[in-house]
């Protein structure tokens, strides 16, 4: 026993043992200033190439042109692909532009992620506030509202299908309502509402979740203080849990913005991107022209992506400035 | 122990040399008509008859010979061999099986359609594949709901808009939701679009967007506009995103739906006599009454270490009993000359079936040149996703046809410039 002992403990202490020599080479190297840099490489070396070395390929098929995949088949074209995209009559009418999708598409972005962001968070910070209550079933209902959660994109988007079609589930309702059904799907106004209510029903429970996390991280003595104070809910709502919850709800927004900007499988496989290009967001134009269509045109692709990265660049660091210096306790 | 040592590595030995000499090869199809489920008696048949020799069939699905297998494909990478349907897209990543197969009865055989595999190669001779079956696109039309409305069924040489018209009066006078509907597919708008006189593709392969485009697109559009089509498949759908309501003609929720030979199996396991039903001669427009050839091959691909095995495995599926029983189980049409003019024996499909799919049949001499011309361009399926596309903003009045005409040239015109720059 004593034995095993002893070897288990030799055995663990070996790996420690083996690298110590290989520790002390490098800080003997680079000086002992210069060693957490050896720590960090390893995560490092993987956000370069997962990261950052995709964005320098994405660069490269961008400038090049060809159906052809492997670089050394492609010719350099330089900002063809950028003029391409950028080539219109009037920036204010996308109908003008010879690439008028991929501006139809980024309209549709800007005013689906503002639209959806704001429906996200409001309607997650209403759920967690009833789920915080003391109120009979709260565990059965936060299952609830997390379940949608776990179910894929594609399940999600057929399941809405199959309630919203011409005869789908709530136009039986509907008709058994003696009420008159609606071709939900097929009108350009009510398919981005449908569009912006299931994503905001997929996801919701996630950012509910974590948002009941932050409602439970505010001290109760808080709230008792303000009940001794005689404040009303709506006063200790904006005077308390809102500043509170600053610290969570900006970790919310910008999941939620990351998220509302990435949608792609739900809406591909609702409405494919219509009626007509009512629905198409940027990332099925770039998903569309580089790899569902024939040929597919990975240096249009690549240009439409850098450029949606531009544009969330300048989100990213709008929204670091917000946050940057403030800090709640 | 010595000796268990010699026996030991002499049967080492000739493991490692039977493995060395195994082949094997891999089949993409998917489970649809001639695929890895009709063809797996053949398979396994081969199999048995080559020692030493495996195909070896893998399902994968529609979707993933469409949009994965390119990509693998252009990577150097995928299947020894597939059934694929765009047969002039992938013509550079095929093998030249001639070595390997009996190229005169292939030419034979399948003439016309291997051309379709060669690609922008006019002259070449190359056998790239066989043919498995072809498909015709048309018309399902719900004759109990004729009946029932006491409306003639129009006959053979009828037009378009007399199909349309006598649709409406049957949806009408039976209150039947919709009187036509046709998939939201380039290739089904095609053959609308050849019969009133569009050429889609010159003889040099140029995109040609033209009047007779014109006129099919606003008819189109005006039937979306007017009711007689419904919105749910052109309107609501956006991008080149392929939709198909065929559920509704087996639902008897439409008059005239505008499909496929694919589907015709469907109607005996789902309609069976629930009500009386015919596939029709392809309406006719001002051109033609063409309908749009399709249909499938099994190709080998270049970067195959096993060339010879997947010629072999295609020149065994193309004897004519293997074909004829790989044709009978999908219930498709053949793509073998003879087997077109000798009739095959569908003993799975129902009478009413067997009608049907001679209907199919009689329409392939009827095809437009132009409908021939534009399944074999290798930028077909540029051309069907803009005609998609565009059709279906022309109708939610995001674009006037004009704009629409204008935008699908500028869409193909750039996918081809995207592929061929140099």
Same mark, same amino acid.
């Given at each position: ?19 110590? /020599? ?88 800007? +005013? ?35 379940? /949608? ?30 009420? &008159? ?65 600053? /610290? &969570? ?8 913005? +990351? ?22 967001? +940027? ?47 | ?57 893998? #399902? ?25 349907? $765009? ?88 209150? #039947? ?52 089509? !419904?919105? $749910? ?70 970067? #195959?270490?096993? !060339? ?25 049409? !053949? ?29 392939? !001499? ?21 005609? #998609? ?34």
């Amino acid at each position: 026993m004593r034995a095993a002992a002893i070897f288990s403990r030799a055995l663990a202490a070996l790996p420690a043992r083996a690298i110590e /020599p290989v520790m002390r080479g490098a800080q003997n190297i680079l000086g002992i200033k210069r060693m957490p840099w050896v720590f960090l490489f390893p995560n490092l070396a993987a956000v370069l190439f997962f990261s950052l070395l995709p964005v320098f390929i994405n660069i490269f098929y961008s400038a090049t042109g060809s159906d052809r995949l492997y670089p050394a088949d492609r010719p350099y074209v330089g900002a063809a692909n950028y003029e391409t995209l950028f080539e219109c009559g009037s920036y204010l009418d996308p109908s003008t532009c010879s690439r008028d999708l991929f501006w139809r598409a980024l309209g549709n972005t800007l +005013i689906f992620v503002p639209v959806q962001v704001a429906a996200m968070i409001g309607i997650a910070l209403f759920t967690a506030i009833c789920l915080n209550r003391d109120i009979r079933g709260r565990g059965f209902f936060r299952g609830i509202f997390f379940f /949608p959660v776990m179910l894929s994109p594609v399940v999600v988007a057929l399941t809405w299908q199959w309630i919203l079609q011409r005869n789908g589930a709530l136009n039986g309702l509907l008709t058994a309502l003696g009420l &008159t059904p609606v071709n939900w799907l097929v009108f350009p106004n009510s398919a981005f509402f449908w569009s912006v209510f299931v994503t905001v029903w997929a996801h919701m429970g996630f950012f509910t979740i974590i948002l009941l996390a932050g409602l439970q991280s505010i001290p109760r003595d808080v709230y008792e203080a303000a009940k001794m104070d005689a404040a009303n809910p709506w006063r200790v709502f904006t005077r308390i849990t809102l500043p509170m919850l600053k /610290p &969570t709800l900006l970790v919310v927004f910008i999941l939620c913005v +990351i998220r509302s900007v990435q949608t792609f499988d739900e809406l591909y496989v609702l409405t494919g991107g219509g009626p007509g290009s009512a629905t198409i967001l +940027i990332v099925q134009y770039i998903y569309e022209i580089g790899f569902a269509i024939q040929p597919r045109n990975f240096g249009l692709a690549a240009a439409a992506s850098l450029l949606l990265g531009a544009v969330l660049l300048v989100f990213t660091l709008i929204q670091l400035r917000l946050a940057r210096g403030k800090s709640y306790d | 122990m010595k000796l268990t040592a010699i026996l030991s590595s002499t049967a080492f030995g000739l493991v490692m040399t039977a493995t060395a000499h195994a082949q094997e090869v891999t089949i993409y199809c998917d489970d649809i008509g001639f695929g890895c489920k009709t063809m797996a008696p053949v398979a396994e048949r081969f199999n048995e008859e080559h020692p030493g020799k495996t195909v070896k069939l893998e #399902t994968v699905s529609y979707q993933t010979v469409v949009e994965a297998l390119p990509v693998q494909l252009e990577s150097g990478e995928g299947p020894d061999a597939a059934i694929i349907t $765009d047969l002039g897209g992938l013509s550079r990543y095929y093998v030249d099986l001639t070595p390997y197969v009996d190229a005169a009865n292939f030419e034979k055989e399948f003439g016309q359609t291997l051309q379709w595999l060669r690609g922008t190669d006019g002259k070449s001779k190359a056998i790239n594949g066989m043919p498995t079956s072809l498909t015709v696109n048309g018309a399902y039309v719900n004759l109990t709901l004729f009946e029932q409305a006491g409306v003639p069924v129009p006959e053979e040489g009828a037009t378009w808009d007399e199909w349309a018209e006598a649709a409406r009066k049957v949806a009408e006078a039976t209150n #039947t939701e919709f009187p036509m509907e046709m998939d939201r597919s380039g290739h089904r708008f095609a053959s609308f679009a050849i019969s009133h006189g569009a050429e889609l593709v010159d003889e040099e392969g140029n995109p040609v967007v033209d009047d007779g485009l014109h006129a099919a697109i606003d008819k189109f559009v005006e039937w979306h506009k007017n009711g007689t089509m !419904p919105l $749910d498949l052109w309107g609501a759908v956006g991008g080149s995103t392929h939709r198909e309501l065929f559920e509704d003609f087996l639902n008897a929720n439409v008059v005239f739906y505008f499909g496929g030979s694919w589907t015709l199996s469907r109607m005996d396991t789902e309609v069976g006599d629930l009500f009386e039903w015919a596939v029709v001669d392809t309406p006719c427009g001002p051109s033609s009454c063409t309908a749009m050839p399709g249909g499938g091959a099994l190709v080998g691909f270049k970067h #195959t270490p096993n !060339p010879e095995l997947v010629g072999e495995y295609i020149d065994y599926v193309a004897q004519p009993e293997n074909y004829k029983e790989i044709i009978a189980a999908a219930v498709e049409i !053949p793509a073998a000359t003879s087997l077109i003019e000798e009739g095959v024996d569908y003993p799975t499909a129902s009478e009413r079936t067997q009608v049907a799919l001679r209907t199919f049949m009689d329409q392939i !001499p009827k095809m437009a040149p132009a409908a021939y011309r534009f399944q074999g361009w290798r930028y077909q399926r540029a051309m069907m996703n803009a005609l #998609t596309t565009r059709i279906s903003q022309v109708i939610n009045d995001e674009l006037t046809a004009e704009a629409a005409l204008e935008r699908i040239r500028q869409d193909v015109e750039l996918a081809i410039q995207a592929a061929e720059a140099k």
